[in-house]
């Protein structure tokens, strides 16, 4: 009796394990109910008492279990919130700078490039300094810095993905193909046209006889593959630390085609990226050889490119997270 009231039970399988172990046809009791036919005349009426009593207990107890299972379920299904939308959650969409990204990895990798990255906490070496950018260079104020240290030694955010190409070059030795995509940090009021980050690839070639050709067909397949086939390229010369010659690269408007239009201010053209033939000096401090290898690098913006291609009109768009914002590049991908 004692061990049918310690029973207990966590499920409906636990209560069914009882049942049969206990009540079932082959059950405890009803073993012992066939057992007493051998029990003496005598004992025939308490033992008949007790075994009755036995089997209701076993009942009883198995009842009792059942229902507080159930009353555990009631009790679990009111833990859940009714006044809950029924509406089922809406699935996330991918960042446009996130589709635009891999858009530019899937053109720069089917010409060989491989993705590298470096630290957005850099120092002044790879950021200026191994770039060609002399100490009191005016150059530098090309790019206002957020510095987080001054001394010992200037720790900074970087202010572009051309850190990665020293970083690189330092530790591998050409050939050498490669886009670095990033966050970059700059000192900028944020407005509808400028930010305190935003995001670049670099890219970087090095090898024998690289030439400002190979630049300029790279740069051509990469404007048509990601604009249409009829977009038109052009090089403009331009200035970079790192770069000699330097070039800015236009793309034909791809709103008005050409003809000119308010988005294009009526040239045509639109500025997409810099680029040129990397400095020897810049090879030098990296360890490479620049009598025997040449390259050329570029360096774009991420939110420009998805500018262009998605009329973004404010920057601010880009890290607000509106999901309004978002879902609209739901249909586009
Ligand atoms: N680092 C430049 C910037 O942030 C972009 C750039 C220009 C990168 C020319 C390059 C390059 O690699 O060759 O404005």
């Known amino acids: 009796m004692a061990e049918i009231n310690a029973l207990t039970a966590a499920s409906a399988e636990e209560v069914e394990q009882i049942r049969i172990k206990y009540l079932s046809k082959k059950g405890a009791i009803p073993a012992m109910m066939n057992d007493f036919r051998s029990v003496p005349a005598e004992q025939k009426r308490e033992v008949g008492q007790k075994l009755n009593e036995l089997k209701t207990l076993a009942n009883e107890r198995l009842a009792a279990l059942r229902d507080t299972l159930a009353s555990q379920a009631e009790a679990a299904q009111a833990d859940i919130d009714l006044t809950r939308t029924a509406t089922p959650l809406p699935l996330g969409t991918r960042h446009p700078l996130s589709l635009v990204k891999n858009e530019i990895f899937r053109i ?4 060989g490039f491989t993705i590298a990255e470096g630290p957005e906490i850099e120092d002044d070496w790879h950021v200026f300094s191994s770039l060609n950018f002399p100490p009191d260079h005016p150059a530098r104020d090309m790019q206002d810095t957020f510095f987080i240290s001054r001394s010992p030694q200037d720790i900074l955010l970087r202010t572009h993905t051309s ?25 900028e009021a944020i407005s509808a046209r400028a930010h ?12 024998r006889n690289v030439s400002f050709a190979d630049l300029k067909q790279c740069l051509l397949y990469f404007a048509r593959e990601m604009f249409g086939p009829d977009t038109r390229i052009r090089l403009r010369p331009s200035y970079f630390p790192f770069t000699e010659p330097s070039a800015e690269m236009d793309i034909s408007c791809h709103i008005c085609g050409g003809k000119g239009c308010p ?17 020897p000096n810049v090879l030098e401090a990296c360890g490479i050889d620049s009598k025997e ?41």
């Not at 690098?297 to 880009?318: C, H, P, Q, S, W």
Request: charged residues 20%.
């Open 293 to 333: 290898y040449t390259g050329y690098a570029f360096g774009m913006g991420i939110e420009r490119i998805t500018n262009l291609k998605y009329r973004v009109k404010d920057l601010r768009m880009f890290s607000e997270n509106d999901v309004r914002f978002l879902h609209q590049f739901d249909a586009a991908h």
């Open 196 to 207: 305190c980050f935003f995001h670049q690839v670099e890219g970087l070639y090095i090898d």
């Open 163 to 187: 850190s990665v190409q020293t970083r690189t070059m330092e530790t591998q030795k050409p050939p050498i193909r490669i886009i670095c995509p990033g966050r970059v940090y700059r000192n």
């Open 108 to 111: 720069f990798g089917s010409m």
């Open 263 to 279: 988005f294009c201010k009526g040239t045509g053209w639109v500025e997409i990226l810099g680029c040129g033939m990397v400095d």
